[in-house]
């Protein structure tokens, strides 16, 4: 027994019963309602979306659960669970008004005492979620997360079964946006309090999603299946998907070449040349919301000369670094809030490249041909961006500078930069649709995430202004000024957004490239259905 | 005999339980804990997570909680992979390995033994030659090179075996090959050398002198004592592939116990990679126990130990 196969089923001869069952199957993927097979890059941790921690988690629960607003196949913020919802005058209570026909998996009505539920569970400092802090913005939070206020005197409340209030702390007006992260997602409250952390099994996770969770073998899938009491159920047109745990981009990439998979997301870079010219209606190459950006130690000579900075960033020429080194369909990003996020126009100009500007800077601050400028440049292990530092130094060499650079594993290249132990160094903010997360990062009181350093009082304050303004134009327009006096001082030379590479089965539709690379199981389908 | 066998187990039992306290200190010695990741967690967030998991107590209360629970066959809860116990994660990888890494054995120990004793009664001949030949290579070239040419060639160019996976008995062929090829080359080497030495012995002589036939000759009186260092090999190379190999795993997609090792020591899954080590360890043990037994039973001289 000890050497049996897990799926003896397959060895067994087949009898005319099973040719018939395989037949009928394999007519199933061409008729509506088939099951995809999607590579998730890894395997989940969690499906508790209050104690989720990757992104590849954020794609399986959010075609299990959904929250009170929602991504669509564009990755824009539409209604959730909840149909509509309206903002005081002040910015501070957000009334939302629940789906009529919102139901659990099992039948029971999504009401609003479920939300108060689960952002209390949320905070609850015993459910130890790592991502807590994604919701302090409402009243009370940081300190029921910290154990200093019991979860009900968070500022969650139940109107009535279909209405929810939310009091926050500060106006937010980007709360619609945050909610689409499963932080913000609802969990079955008479579920989760008889099962415990049980809950989460296949058979016992009841959700209020577009699908259920109907098989999970770790390291091996997760198989979910459509919700027929989604309350939008008739427009979900595929029965089942099973997510793929596929770690290594290389057997991804021969699993989906031998049609074992239909999506992967992400493919080794060195076959984007075959794949364009020889399956090209596969390729999907999508920007990502996201800022690539080199930061400046600027508690360190010769960095804390504004005219140093200036003069490295003038060398570089975004545009040879996105269309020449990486080409594929990056961004190049002149501003630190990247182009693509929504409804933000930075006021920063672009800049450069002009090496003569930057030659004489270096001559001003004390640097030329005989006495030339050294500076070690930090970076993450990995082939497109050793492509791109190289260039870096290529460009900054044109002007005289001497460049070393030095790489480093993700996590040990992120743990140098938060201790400040570099001079230049890459960095990267995977980001939302909201200008202020990633202007933060130069915000004296940031702290460790800052990886520079930098302060500057104007910032700080026009940032502390913008936090305090519920009026969302008025609220752009301080961030736009926070960002243009940030730029001015060079803390960091904002590079590109990073593209996904996806290969895509061209049969399939509903798959639509955005910024979010979120691509909610829902919408997809195949042609012809 | 029985005497032997308990003084074995009971060896065994200290055994693990020096393998268990080093791999638990091992394990929080490292630099980093289980929760680090890019973004540094708010300190109430990681306050919270430390009490769930009472990394918040001393770490001897914490060594006494897990011999408590192993005690009881518990292997704790994943700091990681939240939503399982290790002995669900191990319940589940376990199998896969043991399919994959028993079938490895199986055809290694098979081709290692025929194709050693073939090589050896046509000693210096091109047979001979061309055996010895395939078996370097088969040591030269390893799973991870061996593995992403067989997929490429039998998975993506002729499409006749799937690249990866575990749902039928087709999904295991090409992993079951790819690891077992270097140990069939051992086994070849090491049998063509003891069956050489054993066929110059005078007993062989004497049986061949009185017109024995060659098979009988072979299966009666050269393997018994030709594959005691065979099985010698055979036992931690069992326990080697029946642990699960991370890189078979991983370049053919196989959910087994390997890759739960390395992740488990990359993302600081105390209780998993102790887990994994604890599974490991007795593995080991049985395997080298086992391969005792089987030497007792081929080499009378042994038994009276």
Sequence with gaps: ?529 | MTRYLLRRLAFALITLWVVVTVAFFLARAVPGGPFDGQRRLPPAVEANLRAAYHLDEPLLGQYVRYLGMLSRGDLGPSFRQKDFSVNELIAQGLPISLAVGGSALALALSLGVVGGTFAALARNRPRDRLLVVVATLGLAFPPIIVGPVLVLVFAVLLGWLPAGGYDSAKHYVLPVAALSLPYAAAFTRLARGSVAEVLARPHVRTARAKGLAPWRLVVRHVLPSALVPVISFAGPAAAALLAGSMVIEEVFSLPGLGRYFVQGALNRDYTLVTGAVVVYAALVLACNLLADLCHMRLEPRLRRG
């Design chain 1, 1 to 529: 027994m000890l050497f049996e196969f897990p799926r003896p089923a397959a060895c067994r001869p087949a009898g005319a019963r099973q040719i018939l069952a395989a037949l009928a199957a394999a007519l199933a993927l061409a008729a509506p309602g088939a099951e995809l097979r999607i590579g998730n890059g890894g395997e989940p941790l969690t499906l508790d979306p209050h104690r989720y921690n990757l992104n590849l988690e954020e794609k399986l629960l959010a075609d299990l659960f959904e929250g009170l607003t929602a991504l669509d196949a564009d990755g824009r913020v539409v209604p959730g669970a909840a149909e509509s919802w309206n903002v005081a005058e002040d910015g501070l209570v957000w009334t939302f008004r629940l789906r009529r026909n919102g139901r659990w998996s099992d039948g029971a009505p999504v009401t609003a005492a479920d939300f108060v539920y689960s952002f209390r569970r949320l905070l609850d400092p015993r459910t130890a979620a790592s991502l807590a802090h994604f919701l302090y913005a409402i009243d009370g939070a940081a300190a029921v997360n910290g154990g200093k206020a019991p979860p009900a005197n968070l500022g969650v409340r139940a109107v009535d079964a279909r209405t929810l209030e939310i009091r926050l702390a500060k106006p937010f007006p980007f709360l619609a946006e945050r909610l689409v992260y499963p932080t913000g997602y609802p969990v079955p409250k008479h579920v989760v309090e008889k099962l415990g952390d049980a809950w989460t099994k296949p058979g016992s996770m009841v959700s209020n999603g577009a699908f259920t969770l109907a098989d999970w073998q770790p390291q091996g899938f997760v198989r979910l299946a459509k919700n027929p009491r989604f309350h939008a159920a008739q427009t979900v047109r595929l029965q089942a998907v099973r997510y793929y745990p596929t770690a290594d981009r290389n057997a991804a990439y021969s699993r989906y070449r031998n049609g074992e998979l239909d999506i992967i997301g992400d493919f080794p870079p060195g076959e984007l040349d075959w794949l364009r010219r020889e399956l090209p209606d596969h390729v999907r190459l999508s920007p990502l919301l996201s800022i690539m950006y080199l930061v400046f130690n600027v508690a360190r000579p010769p960095f804390d000369d504004p005219r140093v900075r200036r003069a490295l960033a003038l060398a570089l020429d975004r545009q040879l670094i996105t269309s020449r080194v990486l080409e594929s369909g990056e961004v190049p990003s002149p501003s630190f809030v990247p182009p693509l996020v929504a409804g933000y126009q930075s006021a920063v100009r672009p800049e450069g490249p002009d090496r003569d500007i930057a030659r004489s800077l270096l001559a001003e601050a004390g640097y030329d041909a005989e006495n030339s400028l050294r500076v070690t440049l930090r970076y993450i292990a990995g082939a497109d961006s050793k492509k791109v530092q190289v260039a870096i130094a290529a460009l900054w060499k044109s002007i005289g500078v001497e460049t070393i650079l030095h790489h480093a594993e993700m996590n040990a290249h992120f743990a140098e930069l938060r201790q400040g132990n570099f001079e230049v160094a890459q960095a990267g903010w995977f980001g939302e649709n909201n200008p202020e997360q990633y202007l933060e990062l130069l915000m004296s009181t940031t702290g460790e995430v800052n990886y520079g350093r930098f302060a500057d009082a104007q910032v700080d304050a026009l940032m502390a202004r913008a936090k305090e303004t519920a009026q969302l134009d008025a609220r752009l327009a301080l961030l736009q000024q926070a960002e243009v006096q940030a730029l001015a001082l060079n803390p960091v030379v904002p590079l590109y957004s990073v593209t996904i590479r996806s290969l895509v089965r061209p049969d399939i539709d509903g798959w639509r490239a955005n910024p979010r690379n979120i691509h909610p199981a829902r919408y997809l389908g195949l042609s012809g259905d």
